[in-house]
Each structure stands twice: as structure tokens, then as C-alpha cells.
T-cell receptor, first 117, second 114 residues
Framework: DAGVIQSPRHEVTEMGQEVTLRCKPI?????LFWYRQTMMRGLELLIY????????DSGMPEDRFSAKMPNASFSTLKIQPSEPRDSAVYFC???????????????FGPGTRLTVT | AQSVAQPEDQVNVAEGNPLTVKCTYS??????LFWYVQYPNRGLQFLLK??????LVKGSYGFEAEFNKSQTSFHLKKPSALVSDSALYFC????????????FGGGTRLMVKP
């Protein structure tokens, strides 16, 4: 099993540019999560999908952030325009289950380290 | 609402000694509880979970955790620490009745010294 795959692993861009982060979840998993990790704010949930449908996007910082999941094997997180305060490590995670009486753990990708200058 | 507290930013322990990393939680219903470990420049790695049943849960790399409902705690333990256990540890909780979201604690850095 390849695990959760994220690309790119590192991204350096200038303020104002569009950034697209990509995620391939583990095959068969039907929940997908996007997190952001910074020293100041720790690990924050941005958005999650069940069966390709966004369920909770209350953690998305502002309209500059958007996420899509066009199919069960691919998701993107887009920042447009990017700002220096968006610099962070962005993680994608996936799990089995869609809630209810299931205690499925999430499996994390290696992350994308984003630097906005 | 669900929440998790990890009261210690850092725990220092000598190699070979037992270690404990503390976690307390708050949920309105019954909890699912998880521990994750993060090594430098890596993603979070699942260690163990409590769903139901035996309060003592065993996980990867010799770690275990004890669920204590009365104290709303889920402390991570290991009988004998290794230098290679040095990492950032996260506790997480999910309310059984509140969808599929995990709420993570702020993390505890474990430093094991030779």
C-alpha cells in the first residue's frame, strides 16, 4: 500500500501567486481531510470530505482557500492569491468510514511545505 | 463540542525509564481516542486507539494507553523509553455521535536522553 500521496513536497512561491496542492488518498478510503500545521497554531483541520462531498469547511481560513474532490482518488487544495501568512505544512489524511459507530483512524500523507515570500 | 488538552509541551525522560505523555479530553457523548506520533519532516503516524472494551490499549512500538472515563484521560505510556522515541506526540478525540472529525491536542514533545 502506497499510503496517502501528496504533491509537491515543497513549494516556494511569491505572494499573489496561485498555489495548488494535490492529494491521492489510500484506495478504498472514503473520507479525506486537509490540515494545516504551523508552530503558532498547531494542527488545524481545514476541510473534510465524505464520499467526495465536502462536509465541513468551517476551518478554511478565508475565500482565498478552496478545495475540491472530483473523484475518490484525488483532491486539491488551492490558495489564490497566496500570502506570506499561508506559509505552513499542509497535510492530507484519509480514513475509512463516514461517521457513526466507527472508530477508524486517519492516515496522513507526508505533507507539503509551503513557503510564500 | 469536543476538545483535547495535552498539558505538557515537553516531557524529558532518560533512556530505559518509563514514560508517560498526558492527555485529557472533553466530549458530549462517548469518545473515540487516538494517539499519533510525528517525526521531524514527516506526517502524523497512527500509534493506537481506544474504541470500546479493555481500558488498556496496546499499540505500535511498545506504546500503550489507558482510558480512564472518570478522569476523562487517555495517557500514553511506555515501560522503557528509547532515544528513537523522541518525537512529537498528538492525542486526538472524536465524539462517537459527532461525525468523522478528529480534534487534536496541541502536541507534546518527548525527549529521550541517552
Amino acid at each position: 500500500d502506497a499510503g496517502v500521496i501528496q504533491s509537491p513536497r515543497h513549494e516556494v512561491t511569491e505572494m499573489g501567486q496561485e498555489v495548488t496542492l494535490r492529494c491521492k488518498p489510500i484506495s478504498g478510503h472514503n473520507s479525506l481531510f486537509w490540515y494545516r500545521q504551523t508552530m503558532m497554531r498547531g494542527l488545524e483541520l481545514l476541510i473534510y470530505f465524505n464520499n467526495n462531498v465536502p462536509i465541513d469547511d468551517s476551518g478554511m481560513p478565508e475565500d482565498r482557500f478552496s478545495a475540491k474532490m472530483p473523484n475518490a482518488s484525488f483532491s486539491t487544495l488551492k490558495i489564490q492569491p497566496s500570502e506570506p501568512r499561508d506559509s505552513a505544512v499542509y497535510f492530507c489524511a484519509s480514513s475509512l468510514g463516514t461517521g457513526g459507530a466507527m472508530g477508524y483512524e486517519q492516515y496522513f500523507g507526508p505533507g507539503t511545505r509551503l513557503t510564500v515570500t | 463540542a469536543q476538545s483535547v488538552a495535552q498539558p505538557e509541551d515537553q516531557v524529558n525522560v532518560a533512556e530505559g525509564n518509563p514514560l508517560t505523555v498526558k492527555c485529557t479530553y472533553s466530549v458530549s457523548g462517548n469518545p473515540y481516542l487516538f494517539w499519533y506520533v510525528q517525526y521531524p519532516n514527516r506526517g502524523l503516524q497512527f500509534l493506537l486507539k481506544y474504541i470500546t472494551g479493555d481500558n488498556l490499549v496496546k499499540g505500535s512500538y511498545g506504546f500503550e494507553a489507558e482510558f480512564n472515563k472518570s478522569q476523562t484521560s487517555f495517557h500514553l505510556k511506555k515501560p522503557s523509553a528509547l532515544v528513537s522515541d523522541s518525537a512529537l506526540y498528538f492525542c486526538a478525540v472524536r465524539d462517537m455521535d459527532a461525525g468523522n472529525m478528529l480534534t487534536f491536542g496541541g502536541g507534546t514533545r518527548l525527549m529521550v536522553k541517552p
